[in-house]
């Protein structure tokens, strides 16, 4: 042992302090756990310092200068001044107040927290290295949360020129020119927030079009709306290599057989994530991997080591926060001896462009495979009196139903709020509602929420505020 080393018996260990990790870390401790969490960099993870809630921080920002500046509502006439200053000290204000009820949360569960970087030296047992000492935790049970970080590539080192999500939301001002590689949500978002605020963006997308996995019919909007930012795409298209100076560097990629180069400010690369669980010491307790760095596990988040759960990046499906903090759940309570299991029928997606793209169940593709014959509901915002009344009535709600029984199997919206409206979506289909009990269900008006009902209607055959 080293000097200053302990051992200190737990019940449950959960290592990493992000939506996952935390939240699982509570539940245990509310079903009568002694719980000791590990984390080696900030309470809240990725999500709450460096990725959630800071982008949409951001994102909010951006809308709030584009109208100031655009004067998008008629009448009213503004002049605007942006403070990027200002703006990144009241992003990290959020951050803070975040971060710190995550911290009021643990003390007030009577959770231990202790800052370090842990791996496994038994099954049942992990080191923890921290600053001044070390310690060993025996435990019970353990909850690997461990998150991801940005996927570095190759050809585009992380350097002072070419940045991660983490380093582009930190900038001190903002750029004027910026090559965004990569055309995922987190490359959409940080791009037409920075377009928003006066930079000019230019996105290189691998796959033939941005946000590939999303509906077409919803991400056509959100590629129209860039135009008016000035923002160039760039589809099929393969970066290649990236030279950097003090003030700029310049992609080189490939479209379409042609080697085309750009040069900005910065290059942000948003290529995806990769699974932090290389440097846990798995292989030493025979941990079975699923590949590409995420670790197999059953319906009750359990790993091939019985008693070590694993839950949100690093385990397969989307790396989605929300995600996490449910698997969390499921992981404490099975520990707790809970017939508990995953149900990831209703995981809703959601992509802060503008306009909003949000998405829970099946695609209209996938139900025609599931189901055969779907009942298709959809409804415009122009033809809801609130959205018009907001001045915000480009999008629409779409559902999609079994045609022979009318079970709602998926949604989608695009639109302003959409990111709120996806939960009732979720719920009905959550509870196994038909397009009739929503199209029965009585909605506020005048709200956004009546497209919901009226895209029920719609997918009955019997639409109101639109012609059949």
Not at 241 to 262: C, H, I, P, R, Y
Request: hydrophobic share 45%; charged share 20%; glycine share 10%.
């Amino acid at each position: 042992m080293v000097v200053g080393e302990f051992t200190e018996e737990v019940d449950v260990v959960v290592i990493g302090a992000g939506p996952g990790g935390y939240v699982a870390a509570i539940r245990a401790a509310q079903l009568g756990k002694q719980v000791t969490v590990v984390e080696k960099a900030n309470l809240g993870g990725v999500c709450l310092n460096v990725g959630c809630i800071p982008s949409k921080a951001l994102i909010s920002a951006a809308e709030h200068y584009e109208k100031s500046k655009e004067q998008t509502f008629p009448g009213i006439e503004t002049t605007a001044a942006l403070d990027f200053a200002k703006v990144q000290n009241w992003k990290q204000g959020v951050v803070d107040k975040m971060t710190g009820g995550v911290k009021t949360l643990l003390k007030g569960n009577k959770i231990n927290v202790l800052e370090g970087e842990a791996f496994f030296s038994k099954p049942d047992e992990i080191r923890v290295m921290m600053e001044h000492e070390s310690k060993v935790l025996h435990f019970q049970h353990c909850i690997l949360a461990t998150g991801s970080r940005p996927i570095e590539l190759k050809a585009l080192p992380f350097g002072p020129r070419v940045l991660s999500s983490t380093e582009a939301l930190a900038l001190d001002h903002v750029p004027e020119s910026m090559i965004v590689v990569g055309g995922g949500y987190i490359g959409m978002e940080l791009g037409q927030a920075y377009a928003k605020l006066g930079t000019k963006i230019t996105i290189v997308e691998g796959l033939p079009s941005v946000l590939n996995t999303f509906d077409p019919q919803l991400t056509r909007l959100v590629t129209r709306n860039l135009k008016k930012y000035n923002v160039d795409i760039f589809a099929d298209a393969m970066a290649k290599s990236v030279q950097e100076d003090e003030k700029s560097a310049t992609l080189t990629f490939t479209v379409k057989g042609e080697d085309k180069s750009v040069t900005a400010e910065y290059v942000l690369v948003t290529v995806g994530r990769r699974p932090n669980t290389d440097e846990l010491g798995l292989d030493s307790i025979g941990m079975k991997m699923a590949g590409k760095g995420l670790i197999e596990v059953d319906a009750q988040c359990r790993t091939s080591v019985p008693n070590v759960y694993a839950i949100g990046d690093i385990v397969p499906g989307p790396a989605l926060a929300h995600k996490a903090s449910y698997e969390g759940k499921v992981a404490a309570e099975v520990i707790a001896g809970k017939k508990s299991a995953v149900d990831y029928r209703c995981i809703p997606a959601v992509v802060f462009t503008d306009p909003e793209i949000a998405m829970v169940g099946l695609t209209e593709a996938e139900a025609k495979e599931q189901y055969g014959e779907v009942a298709v509901g959809r409804f415009p915002y122009a033809a809801n009196g609130r959205a018009t009344a907001l001045n915000a009535d480009a999008g629409f709600v779409k559902l999609i139903a079994d045609k022979n029984s009318g079970l709602l199997v998926g949604a989608q919206v695009i639109g302003i709020e959409a990111s709120n409206l996806i939960a009732e979506l979720g719920l009905a289909i959550e509870m196994s509602a038909t397009l009739e009990d929503v199209a029965l269900t009585i909605h506020a008006h005048p709200t956004l929420g009546e497209m919901v009902m009226e895209a029920a209607e719609a997918g009955l055959g019997e639409p109101i505020h639109i012609l059949k």
